[in-house]
């Protein structure tokens, strides 16, 4: 069975906003610290943005703080990516991927389940 998979991407313009969407098997979800990669091309998967399984501590990477926001609704298995303010070079494939444990890391290898990439498109 696929254990994650995402939601909510498509084409948006510059300066607006999308929300993408990860539901999880229960178990690629529960205890589990959860978040988003992306991966433009020609470039390296880098980190966007993680949330702990308690939701006491997040982590979000500097190109898209204060634009993208993480959440998690652990009764339905759900973590989201909020996206505000959006710019061209957001454009990419997302991921959504579940640690091992608890605490979020930003090393993608550290991760034990990804789901299959969504596009995420930002037109000018």
């Known amino acids: 069975q696929v254990q994650l998979v995402e939601s909510g991407g498509g084409l948006v313009q510059a300066g607006g906003s999308l929300r993408l969407s990860c539901t999880a098997s229960r178990r690629a979800f529960t205890g589990r610290a959860m978040a988003w990669f992306r991966q433009a091309p020609g470039k390296e998967r880098e980190f966007v943005a993680a949330m702990t399984w308690s939701g006491s501590m997040t982590y979000v990477a500097d190109s898209v703080k204060g634009r993208f926001t993480i959440s998690r609704d652990n009764a339905k298995n759900t973590v989201y990516l909020q996206m505000n303010s959006l710019k061209s070079e957001d454009t990419g494939v997302y991921y959504c991927?579940?640690?091992?444990?608890?605490?979020?890391?930003?090393?993608?290898?550290?991760?034990?389940?990804w789901g299959q990439g969504i596009q995420v498109t930002v037109s000018s």
């Open positions: 991927a579940a640690s091992s444990g608890n605490y979020y890391n930003i090393d993608a290898q550290m991760y034990d389940y």
